[in-house]
């Protein structure tokens, strides 16, 4: 992903449910998206994992 001065990273955390086997992501911004339970269990070990890694590239760390 490339960087722009118009891209900012949300700070704001979204929030997942469980209805009827089919898992909803609630997003900032209005941001939805529906998946199975292995695709949300797929991206969640994947946000994770990218997250430890984004924390230490982050300036001074």
Do not use: H, N, W
């Not at 929030?15 to 529906?34: C, F, K, N, Q, Y």
């Not at 199975?36 to 430890?52: C, M, P, Q, V």
């Amino acid at each position: 992903m490339t960087r722009t001065s118009s891209t900012v990273p949300q700070s704001r955390a979204g929030v997942a449910t469980a209805e009827r086997g089919i898992v909803m992501l609630d997003g900032p911004d209005g941001v939805a998206v529906t998946m199975t339970a292995e695709a949300a269990d797929k991206t969640g070990k994947s946000l994770i994992a990218a997250a430890e890694q984004a924390s230490t590239q982050r300036t001074g760390s």
